[in-house]
């Protein structure tokens, strides 16, 4: 790769699978690179310390989502990095780029870094149909799965020549990292036996993250199924106190556990037995899923977005997301004894963080 200087748009830098992905990203091409420069689209920023400290970072406030305020100072920060490629975390900032350089005379590589595959309302529909309607042949769409890439080309009726697939990445040795008495630990902590199943969710507590979902699939667990499994709940969300209304009304207090927002989960992944994401929709290849398996921990996933390019028949199942077929997977996947170094053998060849730098390198 030929030294650049980049310049990475991003809505915000808060815990999610997109922004861990730009700061891996950034991080592995710190090398290679002439400069970085990460600009945040809000002023809340709460992964800014995991950051590499060679990319310069700026903040820009703006009173709600759509707030175009911050332009003038984005289209200031353009003069000054003069940057040779924009790197776009999906199309809202790859558009406020847009407005900003205007009048700028800047000719830079244009890459959008798309994470996003069904839409959860109708106004983002139509939002992402305007803003891929002003698309350029300057502008490469880079996607995390093949499924991904077609739905959206059929979807968006984007030539599929504007697309190209690289799947995330993550450090794989950092999750198989031995944290010696952290997983007796942990259950201890929530009062989980040391002989009982454990189930674990880290997801943001919105509705498309299906948190009822997996509720009942445990009540329909231990009832049909006669498994007294625990589940572990990781995260924080408007529909925390729903899920623990719901939690109580199925008398399942003793067998779930909210352990909030974590900033190490590897104790975590350490005290379970089987990963699991049960997403209506917005999923499209979650990083909290590969980590999950680089800790040796089998999955199981909705069938959205890429999930179907993660799983093999050696490290989980799919299902649908009703609480049912959830359940019955949970079942088939607690009754097989997985082997865990297969489990991470197979997200360090497929999904290290090393080979999703270097074709990243190829393209820039």
């Known amino acids: 790769m030929k030294a650049k200087r980049i310049l990475y748009i991003t809505p915000g830098l808060n815990t999610g699978g997109a922004e861990k992905f730009l700061i891996t990203l950034s991080a592995g091409l710190r090398e290679d690179a002439k400069s970085q420069c990460l600009v945040s689209l809000t002023d809340v920023n709460v992964?800014?310390?995991?950051?590499?400290?060679?990319?310069?970072?700026?903040?820009?406030?703006?009173?709600s989502r759509f707030d175009l305020s911050p332009i003038k100072q984005l289209r200031k920060i353009i003069q000054e990095e003069k940057p040779d490629l924009v790197?776009?975390?999906?199309?809202?900032?790859?558009?406020?780029?847009?407005?900003?350089?205007?009048?700028t005379r800047s000719n830079a590589q244009r890459i959008i870094?798309?994470?996003?595959?069904?839409?959860?309302?109708?106004?983002?529909?139509?939002?992402?149909?305007?803003?891929?309607?002003?698309?350029?042949?300057?502008?490469?769409?880079?996607t995390v799965s093949n499924n991904q890439a077609a739905f959206t080309a059929k979807q968006m009726n984007i030539p599929a020549r504007k697309f190209k697939t690289i799947y995330n990445g993550i450090d794989t040795g950092y999750w198989s990292q031995s944290m010696n008495g952290s997983a007796n630990k942990t259950r201890i902590a929530y009062n989980i036996p040391a002989d009982a199943k454990v189930i674990i969710k880290a997801a943001a507590f919105r509705v498309e993250k299906n948190h009822a979902g997996a509720v009942k699939a445990l009540h329909i667990?231990?009832?049909r199924y006669g498994l007294k499994a625990h589940l572990l709940l990781l995260g924080e969300g408007k529909m925390m106190p729903d899920t623990k209304k719901l939690v109580a009304e199925l008398g399942m207090q003793d067998y779930i556990s909210f352990a909030g927002l974590q900033r190490d989960l590897r104790p975590f992944y350490q005290a379970s037995d089987l990963f699991t994401l049960c997403s209506t929709n917005v999923e499209t290849f979650s990083i909290?899923?590969?980590?999950?398996?680089?800790?040796?921990?089998?999955?199981?996933?909705?069938?959205?977005?890429?999930?179907?390019?993660?799983?093999?028949?050696?490290?989980?199942?799919?299902?649908?997301?009703?609480?049912?077929?959830?359940?019955?997977?949970?079942?088939?996947?607690?009754?097989?004894n997985f082997d865990r170094s297969k489990v991470h053998a197979y997200v360090r060849s497929n999904f290290g963080s090393h080979k999703m730098i270097e074709e990243y390198k190829k393209i820039l």
């Open 47 to 63: 992964l800014q310390p995991e950051l590499d400290k060679t990319v310069r970072f700026i903040a820009l406030s703006r009173k």
């Open 87 to 103: 790197f776009c975390i999906n199309f809202f900032a790859w558009f406020m780029y847009r407005i900003a350089n205007i009048g």
């Open 113 to 142: 870094s798309y994470h996003t595959t069904f839409h959860v309302s109708k106004k983002e529909y139509w939002l992402h149909k305007f803003y891929t309607s002003l698309l350029t042949k300057k502008d490469l769409i880079v």
């Open 221 to 223: 667990l231990h009832n």
């Open 288 to 336: 909290a899923a590969l980590e999950a398996m680089a800790s040796g921990l089998p999955m199981v996933l909705t069938r959205i977005g890429g999930a179907s390019e993660m799983i093999s028949e050696d490290n989980g199942f799919l299902c649908e997301p009703t609480a049912a077929d959830i359940a019955e997977k949970w079942h088939k996947a607690l009754i097989i």
